[in-house]
């Protein structure tokens, strides 16, 4: 017997919608992106992607913001609750950005972490820093702001509520009846 949850996932996929909840990680990458390759090779419509993410380290992030890129159909991000760090990333990789009204967004460095020797580290800290670059490029240019100001403003966590998120360029609208 299927769980209600389940339930509501198949209901929800058979409508093109996929849903990025709770924290971001390779599971919940991996998932997510088999779902918008699956519905991307069944039809040319438009996949709706729901995000309520606290976010999570980059790796996942990158893999579905490469997905998201790479798919012949259009994604529409709709954040129905909270796009935070890494999720924010995601949420902007899509083409069309809508958010509830009383959603939130935290520009904000992912959280990292890491064991092993100093050298170990050292290395890692050049390869995330990288890929730092990389995600604030990514987010520069979804929202038309400079490098310079997203830098800043994942470095201080700003938090943005929908009306902030609109006027910032990462939402284009409010999603409204």
Do not use: N
Not at 2 to 20: T, Y
Not at 140 to 162: I, K, S, W, Y
Request: with cysteine.
């Amino acid at each position: 017997m299927r769980s209600p949850e389940d339930v509501l996932r198949a209901q929800l996929f058979a409508r093109r919608i996929v849903s990025l909840r709770g924290a971001l990680d390779d599971g919940s990458a991996g998932d997510v992106a088999a779902q918008l390759m699956t519905l991307d090779a069944s039809g040319d419509d438009p996949i709706q992607l729901h995000v309520d993410s606290p976010g999570g380290p980059l790796e996942p992030a990158f893999v579905l913001i490469d997905t998201i890129g790479l798919l012949g159909v259009p994604v529409h991000a709709v954040c129905i609750g909270r796009a935070e760090g890494a999720a924010v990333g995601v949420f902007a990789a899509a083409e069309q950005r809508r958010a509830a009204p009383h959603s939130r967004f935290r520009l904000s460095q992912p959280d990292e972490k890491v064991a092993g020797v100093a050298r170990d580290i050292e290395t890692w800290m050049v390869h995330k820093q990288r890929m730092l670059d990389d995600f604030h490029r990514h987010l520069a240019a979804a929202t038309g702001r400079p490098f310079e100001q997203v830098e800043a403003d994942t470095t201080a966590g700003r938090f943005l509520d929908a009306d902030e998120a609109v006027a910032y360029g990462l939402v284009h609208e409010i999603w409204r009846r």
